[in-house]
């Protein structure tokens, strides 16, 4: 399952506040560093690291996959593995067990209960 890609409500509410702020004036300048084109940068600042952990999240999918795709094609080989060793020196044998396979002869039997009969 893909991660969600993340959004930002404070981006957002920067950027209709921006668009505020420069209707004032463009080069508004409130002191102690608070201009216009400072915020502007703050915003393209933030935008830019969102963007680039989006795209990093896709790498991480795309691992992820990678990884999943793997796993199923290990499982697959250490199937035909237990199986092979099964077939060469029974599934009855400690070889069978050591390849991880269940012995034949210790498997538990299913215990069938009677069925109930309604009045």
């Known amino acids: 399952m893909a991660k969600a890609k993340r959004k930002s ?24 560093g608070l201009t216009v084109p400072n915020y502007s940068a703050a915003i393209v600042s933030a935008v830019s690291k969102l963007d680039s952990y989006n795209t990093l999240l896709s790498t991480v999918d ?14 697959e080989l250490s199937e035909r593995m237990r199986e092979a060793v099964g077939s060469v020196y029974g599934h009855d ?27």
């Open 62 to 75: 795309a691992a992820l996959n990678d990884v999943q795709a793997q796993e199923k094609i290990l499982r």
């Open 93 to 119: 044998s400690n070889e069978y067990e050591k390849a991880g396979g269940v012995r034949k002869s210790e498997r538990k039997r299913p215990v069938r209960k009677p069925k109930k009969t309604t009045p």
């Open 9 to 32: 409500k404070v981006i957002e509410r920067a950027q209709k506040r921006l668009s505020g702020l420069e209707s004032i004036s463009p080069a508004l300048d409130l002191g102690n």
